[in-house]
């Protein structure tokens, strides 16, 4: 969205290698409106498909309908095409950056992934929503997923609190 | 029933969905996620002596949480001008099972009995929405990801890290849907 995307290496873009410690560069007012664009058509993609729904997540986690198979098979498979289309082309970034998709860590026996996998499962399961949706329900007017959210951001709280010894 | 008050199919909000991945990328190399929100905002509210929220969440996370302000703002939009006013169509199978367990009220998103501030002052209440809320914060930190990133940006990407994530995801949801919730809404 800016022109100092260019000045980082290709190095430089994939030594973040979570994506949490992705580096971004500086955003700029202009940027920031179009994130905050995306953010509302998906927020009205999840409310309008009813991903968000306790319901829908109960109807995946007993095999009962297609619907959220569909939905997340559609997203993976048009992500993946993308992802493609970018690499083949050559696609790049505004500003010109080349676009750059960090791989995920390969910790021994990917212990992180397996574990903190399933706690979210167990989360998603009780709550009927993962992050996305918290917000367009709370954004929809359940104004009790803010105590989710809170939950989730104690959650994450503790989560940094126990690093240092669970196993990744 | 108006068009635009009609729920959108798997066919039409999936790819949608999928879209996200290529548009944040080419926006500015941003990699679609939103569970990664969850520690910017710990950041900035709860700062510590914790390491892994001493970083510049300026720099890594504002675009993310312009985001899901955004995702908000969708929400609140979809809902009140798009809203559907019949129930969800949910399958005959899942409307049984879910009276079996006890649940009466089939409105809206999520089962009214459950999902309201009243619900907290009973022990599955708070089960449900606090702790449901609390693992999936501490989950999706330790495995790095969450549906999003993990499930679509990271399957999309062919990476076996995530792969076993969202198999880990469905091996707690499964747990929890088959054995956890019979006797948290059997219980009185």
Request: hydrophobic share 50%; proline share 6%.
């Amino acid at each position: 969205m800016n022109g100092n995307t260019a000045i980082l290496t290709d190095e430089q873009l994939i030594i973040g290698r979570e994506q949490d410690e992705f580096a971004a560069v500086g955003e700029t007012p202009l940027s920031l409106l179009f994130y905050l664009l995306v953010g509302i058509a998906f927020g009205i993609i999840l409310t309008k498909s009813e991903v968000i729904s306790w319901f829908r997540i109960q109807e995946m986690f007993r095999f009962q309908h297609f619907h959220m198979y569909g939905t997340i098979g559609a997203a993976v498979a048009v992500a993946a095409i993308s992802l493609r289309v970018i690499r083949q082309k050559g696609i790049r970034a505004v500003g010109g950056a080349v676009i750059m998709v960090p791989p995920k860590e390969r910790t021994p026996g990917l212990k992180r992934y397996w574990m903190g996998g399933t706690v979210f499962g167990t989360g998603w399961a009780l709550l009927g929503a993962c992050p996305g949706p918290i917000f367009a329900l709370i954004g929809g007017g359940m104004t009790v997923m803010t105590a989710a959210l809170g939950a989730g951001l104690l959650g994450t709280w503790v989560y940094a609190w126990l690093r240092p010894v669970l196993p990744h | 029933m108006e068009w635009w008050t009609r729920p959108w199919p798997w066919y039409v909000a999936g790819p949608l969905i999928g879209l996200m991945v290529p548009v944040l990328l080419i926006a500015g190399n941003k990699l679609f996620g939103v569970s990664t929100n969850f520690r910017h905002m710990c950041a900035i509210a709860l700062p510590s002596r914790l390491e892994f929220f001493r970083y510049d969440w300026k720099r890594t996370g504002l675009w993310n949480l312009v985001f899901v302000a955004g995702v908000l703002l969708g929400g609140w939009i979809a809902s009140h001008w798009l809203a559907n006013p019949a129930p969800i169509d949910i399958a005959p199978a899942t409307r049984a099972d879910l009276q079996a367990l006890g649940i009466t009220s089939f409105e809206g998103m999520a089962p009214r009995e459950w999902f309201q501030w009243s619900a907290l002052l009973k022990p599955t209440g708070w089960v449900l929405i606090v702790g449901g809320g609390f693992l999936v914060g501490f989950g999706a930190r330790w495995a790095g990801g969450c549906t999003s990133g993990h499930g679509i940006s990271g399957l999309a990407a062919f990476q076996l890290p995530s792969l076993t994530a969202v198999l880990g995801f469905f091996a707690g949801g499964l747990l929890v849907t088959h054995l956890v919730l019979p006797l948290l809404l059997g219980a009185p």
